[in-house]
């Protein structure tokens, strides 16, 4: 059945795995943004009040609920180069389950509920990311704005978890 062990496994899978899973997913978009030559890039994690930061990172209040992106302009900026930035997250999420099952079956991890969680919360962003819909702030998701980059019809280069910053703009606290 469920037990109290089963408790603390979801606990640290929340509070542990589901960050570390965003972090990576927004880090493929900030790596297509590095390569596209964008500026003023950070990640934030979480949302609420800022507890701290290191190099580009934020980290927020309630750490473990969602998280985005920002940066200012790009030195390539046109369809493919936008395309890669949206998709940057799917594709590292996929990159990374794609590591750590292979070393889990090559015996190098030891078979474990934090790579089975690590894998599933990899799966899930992954699937929601791509999944072509709009969430009900009216942002896009990822897949969602490459398939309109892809027809010329994304207006703002706004998405759930990827924010270009302008000129006026000011930190958010929850998306």
């Not at 059945?1 to 990576?24: A, H, N, R, Y």
């Not at 998280?67 to 390539?76: A, I, M, N, Q, T």
């Not at 302008?166 to 929850?174: G, I, L, T």
Request: proline share 2%; charged share 20%.
């Amino acid at each position: 059945m469920f037990g109290l062990s089963d408790i603390i496994k979801f606990l640290f899978s929340f509070f542990l795995i589901l960050p570390v899973v965003t972090l990576i997913h927004l880090g493929g978009h900030l790596f297509f943004v590095t390569l596209f030559g964008g500026t003023e890039k950070k990640i934030l994690i979480g949302c609420g009040d800022k507890l701290f930061s290191f190099f580009n990172v934020e980290i927020r209040k309630y750490y473990f609920w969602n998280g985005h992106c920002e940066f200012k302009g790009l030195k390539y900026d046109n369809k493919f180069t936008n395309m890669l930035i949206y998709l940057g997250g799917a594709i590292f999420n996929l990159i990374s389950m794609l590591v750590i099952y292979s070393l889990v079956y090559q015996n190098i991890l030891e078979k474990s509920v934090i790579w089975y969680q690590f894998i599933y919360f990899s799966f899930y962003i992954m699937f929601f990311s791509l999944f072509p819909m709009y969430f009900s702030d009216g942002s896009p998701s990822d897949g969602k704005a490459a398939e309109l980059t892809l027809k010329n019809k994304l207006q703002d280069k706004v998405t759930d978890d990827v924010v270009v910053k302008k000129e006026n703009d000011e930190d958010s606290q929850c998306g």
